[in-house]
């Protein structure tokens, strides 16, 4: 079992739509969360971290955190062509200095 | 704040010469740092982590006489690729975390490996 899941995707949404990237983990001692914007060729960018359950909101973005579920959403309200890229989710354990990063969900948005 | 730089972002060399990787924390002190590899289409793996006055720690399956790191300050963290091949050639990724607190992982922009 892998330790971070996400759906290779490609999702597709039409611009002015939410965007919803979902993640599992298998650690139940973890105890930060992140995700990451990736570019086609260029190195990861933060978007959001998350550490309580329960929402974060930044902008047009929410994070989403169920530990007791382990699980971990990103939404985007009013996706935009530029926010297509590969969204990747990272966790790390409590304790430990490694993240582990999920394989990344593709997303396109369609104008 | 929590800028990583990494240099060089480009570089080409020929088979069986050596390449250096350099990472910097430009505005907070890092003890710990991450090596990532990423081939084209395929998802970050890390490599090794990098740990300011002592020995690197290598992923399984990573030579750590190829892949030599090396961890002088609290601010640079080194990767070298020795012997190059053309399997080699990538996409290198360098992150930190300031050292206090629990601060995410910045990510430098990367250096794109050609080895011809």
């Known amino acids: 079992q892998k330790e971070v899941e996400q759906n290779s995707g490609p999702l597709s949404v039409p611009e002015g739509a939410i965007a919803s990237l979902n993640c599992t983990y298998s650690?139940?001692?973890?105890?930060?969360f992140f995700w990451y914007r990736q570019y086609s060729g260029k190195s990861p960018e933060l978007i959001m971290f998350?550490?309580?359950?329960g929402d974060k909101e930044d902008g047009r973005f929410t994070a989403q955190l169920n530990k007791a579920s382990q699980y971990v959403s990103l939404l985007i309200r009013d996706s935009q062509p530029s926010d297509s890229a590969t969204y990747l989710c990272a966790v790390k354990s409590g304790g430990y200095q490694k993240v582990t990063f999920g394989t990344g969900t593709k997303l396109q948005v369609i104008p | 704040g929590a800028v990583v730089s990494q240099h060089p972002s480009r570089v080409i060399c020929k088979s069986g010469t050596s390449v250096k990787i350099e990472c910097r924390s430009l505005?907070?002190?890092?003890?710990?740092m991450f090596w990532y590899r990423q081939f084209p289409k395929q998802s970050l793996m890390l490599m090794a982590t990098?740990?300011?006055?002592?020995?690197?720690?290598?992923e399984q399956g990573v030579e750590k006489d190829k892949f030599l790191i090396n961890h002088a300050s609290l601010t640079l963290s080194t990767l070298t690729v020795t012997s190059a091949h053309p399997e080699d050639s990538s996409f290198y990724i360098c992150?930190?975390?300031?050292?206090?607190?629990?601060?995410?992982?910045?990510f430098g922009n990367g250096t794109r490996l050609t080895v011809t």
């Open positions: 505005d907070f002190q890092a003890t710990t």
């Open positions: 650690d139940r001692g973890s105890q930060s």
């Open positions: 992150s930190a975390r300031p050292t206090l607190g629990d601060s995410p992982l910045h």
């Open positions: 990098s740990n300011e006055g002592s020995k690197a720690t290598y």
């Open positions: 998350i550490y309580s359950n």
